[in-house]
């Protein structure tokens, strides 16, 4: 997981432990999202990029912010009952500058 579980959980208010497995699921589903939404392969802060793609990033502290976003809303809103199926604002505020498009 690139996400740290302690950023998410002080983003969320520290939720139970209980739900450490849970929001571990929802980080790495803010993971994938990120990948699918800026067109970017995501790496862990510290990785080194030399010889990975093109399109390869190292997470940033605003790309884990717009996943503890993304993930606290999956988390309030585990049902599926939301308004509409677009990311939360300050996601797309934070990951817009990272999308990546291959022409």
């Known amino acids: 997981m690139i996400f740290s579980l302690d950023f998410i959980k ?14 571990t699921s929802l980080s790495v589903a803010a ?17 080194d990029l030399i010889e990975a793609p093109e399109n390869a990033i190292a997470v940033t502290e605003e790309i884990e912010l ?7 809303w999956l988390y309030e809103n585990r049902e599926g009952d939301v308004s ?10 934070l990951w817009n500058p ?3 498009l291959n022409v």
Request: proline share 8%.
């Open 10 to 23: 002080r983003h969320l208010r520290e939720p139970p432990e209980e739900e450490d497995t849970y929001l």
């Open 31 to 47: 993971e994938q999202t990120f990948n699918s939404y800026t067109g970017l392969i995501l790496y862990a802060a510290d990785a």
């Open 66 to 72: 717009g996943a503890a976003v993304l993930v606290a």
């Open 84 to 93: 509409n199926d677009q990311l939360p604002v300050p996601t797309r505020l």
């Open 98 to 100: 990272h999308r990546w």
